[in-house]
């Protein structure tokens, strides 16, 4: 028996979540669903080592994690390009000092990845939620990690953003990634090879 990359039992945070018990298998697409305030997003809070909880999460040994959360704040008042937030973690020099063509390079690789080139000198305050969320994930992906979180990454995109997104899922899961999905769309859940239901049990 295939040993899963994560198991959830008992989970349980005060006053968000309760006894939430579910195993994501690699190579999952694991979809989490359920209600507005029922916890979705605590349980990737958990999984993190976030917040305080009782109850058992437990990561197959040497499992690297990445996530690209529902939001990210960017303060108006900080000048931070695209180009300067890809390069933070992948240069050890401060991005106020420019950055090299090598780390540049690098950067432009990632985002035309995702198909968002034309984003590399962007403020990153200003771009719409699709845009932030395609720089967000270009970012976790080259890590390649063995367990992607995505938190409801359908908030705040338009139908053909959703639609590229759905293709990014599909894509995902052909090359084996495994993936804990926390959505409301009924799109995205459709693609999931299994939903787990806050409150029901796993189910294929």
Avoid: Y
């Amino acid at each position: 028996m295939v040993e899963p990359l994560l198991q959830v039992e008992a989970l349980t945070v005060a006053r968000r979540v309760r006894e939430v018990t579910f195993q994501v298998p690699p190579g999952s697409l694991t979809a989490l669903t359920g209600p507005n305030g029922c916890g979705k997003s605590t349980v990737l809070d958990a999984v993190l080592g976030l917040v305080p909880f009782t109850g058992r999460v437990e990561l197959r040994a040497d499992t690297t994690m990445a996530i690209v959360p529902q939001r990210l704040e960017a303060p108006a008042a900080v000048p931070l390009r695209v180009l300067d937030f890809l390069a933070l973690t992948r240069t050890a020099r401060p991005v106020f000092l420019g950055v090299s063509a090598l780390v540049r390079r690098r950067a432009e690789a990632l985002l035309a990845q995702v198909d968002s080139l034309a984003l590399l000198e962007q403020p990153l305050a200003e771009l719409s939620g699709g845009q932030l969320r395609r720089v967000l994930l270009a970012d976790a992906l080259e890590r390649a990690p063995a367990l992607l979180l995505l938190d409801e990454p359908e908030v705040g995109l338009d139908a053909s953003s959703r639609r590229w997104l759905e293709g990014v899922l599909t894509g995902l899961s052909s090359k084996g990634t495994t993936t804990l999905l926390v959505t409301h769309e009924p799109a995205l859940v459709a693609l999931a090879t299994q939903v787990v239901s806050l409150g029901g049990a796993a189910h294929d």
